[in-house]
């Protein structure tokens, strides 16, 4: 069973920052792409960035410059660096990552989600 746990969520004002994280873990043979998602109130899920496991990264445009994801491959973990916060970055942020299980084919996996909230 592969689970990915994701922290770092909450409250804070518009310019200001925070650091997500999400940890993978379970029997796990290789972890490949790793990517953030994010569901705004009242709107379908976005892509928000994505990191191979050779550490191209990609970003949605309303994030560049703003938002950076960085990973560690002997820990099977990604973070994400967001600064210069606007309250359009509300959203519950979601962990995505395609994964190669001891015991099952490769295929993605998702956490539950973390709050976001950018709010005088």
């Known amino acids: 069973q592969v689970q990915l746990v994701e922290s770092g969520g909450g409250l804070v004002q518009p310019g200001g920052s925070l650091r997500l994280s999400c940890a993978a873990s379970g029997n796990i043979f290789r972890v490949y792409n790793m990517a953030w998602y994010r569901q705004p109130p009242g709107k379908p899920r976005e892509s928000v960035a994505s990191?191979?496991?050779?550490?191209?990264?990609n970003y949605a445009d309303s994030v560049k410059g703003r938002f950076t994801i960085s990973r560690d491959n002997v820990k099977k973990t990604i973070t994400l660096q967001m600064n210069s916060l606007k309250p359009e970055d509300t959203a519950v942020y979601y962990c995505a990552a395609n994964v190669e299980a001891a015991s099952s084919l490769r295929r993605d996996y998702w956490g539950q989600g973390t709050q976001v909230v950018v709010s005088p």
């Open positions: 990191i191979s496991s050779g550490g191209s990264t």
